[in-house]
């Protein structure tokens, strides 16, 4: 199950966006401000990969996906913001 996970290219992003929706979940269901959904997303996926001894290389090929959308330059919104 692990390798199949690990061979697909967009592993790391699917598991990024769901878990942070998964984080704001929580936080909406507790309402304690102290749980910010990017620091336990972040905490959350650690434990994980650590648990399932999946590579960070292998997480970060999928989950690069992401910085396309949220860099500094022409992303997701067409315009820079610098």
């Not at 269901?29 to 336990?40: A, G, S, T």
Request: charged share 15%; proline share 4%.
């Amino acid at each position: 199950m692990k390798e199949i996970l690990m061979s697909s290219e967009h592993f790391g992003f699917g598991l990024s966006i769901f878990i942070y929706l998964l984080a704001i979940q929580i936080k909406l269901r507790l309402k304690w401000d102290f749980l910010n959904p990017l620091l336990v997303s972040t905490i959350i996926i650690v434990g994980i990969l650590l648990v399932t001894e999946i590579p960070y290389a292998k997480y970060k090929q999928g989950a690069g996906l992401l910085s396309y959308f949220f860099d500094t330059g022409y992303g997701l919104f067409g315009y820079s913001p610098l």
